[in-house]
């Protein structure tokens, strides 16, 4: 059984890039969160979406969206990259149907901006 | 606003040793408080959850107890082995209706052989 999974796994951008990052839920799950994980500190969520929709959002601006594909794989979009973007993100996914509190993490992607 | 506070940031302990992490919410609709473990390079783990109609849950040498008056609650390993250390994350999350998951700062665990 397949965990949850992302790509890729390292990233390198320059200020004002666009970054598209990628990640596949855990089998028989249907909702993907992702949060951000600065370097030393606890995840940050972003957003979460469930039945292609976004479900609620974090502190975080425009420049980051979203997407969820009807495979209930989703995307992270962050546009006009700023050096403060530079983190690990992590994808996680649970089940609306079942206990959907209960999230499983991905292994991240690390996003480097220059 | 909506808060998680871990202590301590930094736990050293000596292998076979018992190691707790304690944490405080802000929340009073949380109703579920889940532990993570990230290894360097890796995503959190799922270690051990707990809902709030429960006080304490058990899992071999992994336990997590719960104060709801209080709102804090904590996680105890004992008999600590090597391969325990890392870095450990509480969480709460909030009201049925919200999806995210609030997390504290880390505890880096070092078990020393």
């Known amino acids: 059984d397949a965990g949850v999974t992302q790509s890729p796994t390292h990233l390198i951008k320059t200020r004002g890039q666009q970054v598209t990052l990628r990640c596949s839920p855990k089998?028989?799950?249907?909702?993907v969160s992702w949060y951000q994980q600065a370097l030393g500190q606890g995840p940050q969520f972003i957003f979460q979406?469930?039945?292609?929709?976004?479900?609620q959002r974090g502190n975080f601006p425009d420049r980051f969206s979203g997407h969820q594909f009807p495979n209930y794989s989703s995307e992270l979009n962050v546009n006009a990259l700023l050096l403060g973007d530079s983190a690990l993100y992590l994808c996680?996914?649970?089940?609306?149907?079942?206990?959907?509190?209960?999230?499983?993490f991905g292994p991240g992607t690390r996003l480097l901006v220059l | 606003g909506e808060n998680v506070e871990q202590h301590p940031s930094t736990l050293s302990v000596q292998e076979g040793d018992s190691a707790v992490i304690k944490c405080t919410y802000s929340?009073?609709?949380?109703?579920?408080f889940p532990w993570y473990k990230q290894e360097l390079g890796k995503g959190p783990q799922l270690i051990i959850d707990?809902?709030?109609?429960?006080g304490e849950k058990k899992d071999q040498r992994i336990a997590v107890t719960l104060n709801k008056t209080a709102k804090h609650f904590s996680l105890h390993i004992t008999e600590t082995q090597p391969e325990d250390s890392a870095v450990y994350f509480c969480?709460?999350?909030?009201?049925?209706?919200?999806?995210?998951?609030?997390f504290g700062q880390g505890t880096t665990l070092q078990v020393k052989p």
């Open positions: 969480a709460a999350h909030g009201s049925s209706n919200t999806g995210k998951l609030i």
């Open positions: 929340d009073s609709a949380s109703n579920y």
């Open positions: 089998s028989g799950h249907d909702t």
């Open positions: 707990i809902r709030s109609n429960v």
């Open positions: 979406y469930y039945e292609e929709e976004e479900r």
């Open positions: 996680a996914s649970s089940s609306l149907g079942g206990a959907r509190e209960t999230q499983y």
